[in-house]
């Protein structure tokens, strides 16, 4: 039956709350398939990532002209005469030795080829195959 008093319903009991050293025994009996779990799903991952192959490699190199004048009015619009030319020629040279430049060009026209098949006994072949980078797999 349904007891009322002047101010409406009575509250209802509140629920006792599961008082947190349960938990910690709910944990602790079962710790050993917690851990099997957790040990399962590390192994898993190793096995899964290690079989996988990388997709994406990144390369950055950044070129700075000096040719571009600092202003628009002025005289920070004029070129400064203190630009190196040996300095531009050398930065432009290691871009071109770069690995993200020399890759691609090796792979299209399978200059390796012929290095994995044996020499072909030639001096200028061997110079040339001393100077390209071996970096490459």
């Known amino acids: 039956m349904h007891r ?7 509250p209802e009991p509140e629920q006792p709350a599961v008082p947190l050293t349960h938990y910690l025994w709910i944990l602790k009996r ?23 192959t990388p997709i994406y490699e990144s ?3 950044m070129d700075v002209d000096l040719h571009t004048p600092t202003g628009v009015v002025g005289q920070g619009s004029t070129v400064s005469d203190s630009y ?9 040279i290691r871009l071109i030795q770069s690995d993200s430049v020399v890759r691609p060009v090796v792979q299209r026209y ?4 012929p290095e994995k098949q044996g020499q ?6 061997a110079i ?4 390209t980078p071996s970096a490459w797999p």
């Open 30 to 52: 079962h710790k050993w398939k917690i851990a099997a779990f957790v040990l399962a799903s590390v192994v898993c991952t190793y096995v899964v990532s290690k079989r996988l």
């Open 59 to 61: 390369t950055a190199t």
């Open 128 to 131: 040339r195959m001393q100077r």
């Open 120 to 125: 072909d006994g030639s001096p200028e072949r």
């Open 84 to 92: 190196d030319a040996d300095q531009f020629l050398a930065t432009q």
């Open 4 to 10: 009322s008093n002047w101010y409406g319903p009575e």
């Open 110 to 113: 399978h200059l390796r080829e």
